[in-house]
């Protein structure tokens, strides 16, 4: 999963959202990607392990 973003600086809620887009579509592992900022960010997200 590929999230892309446009925003000043990635928060919280950016983060939250790419889990819960992660664990709906049951994949392991996603990108998220902020183009907003003045260099690119990007981050790995990874689904949390549910015992």
């Known amino acids: 999963m590929v ?3 446009a ?3 990635l928060e ?3 983060l939250a959202q790419a889990i819960n887009y ?3 579509y049951n994949m392991q592992i996603g990108l998220l990607i902020n183009f907003g900022s003045p260099s690119l960010q990007f981050k790995r997200v990874m689904k949390p392990k549910r015992k």
């Open 12 to 14: 919280d809620v950016h």
């Open 7 to 9: 925003v000043i600086q």
């Open 22 to 24: 992660l664990e709906a």
């Open 3 to 5: 999230e892309l973003k």
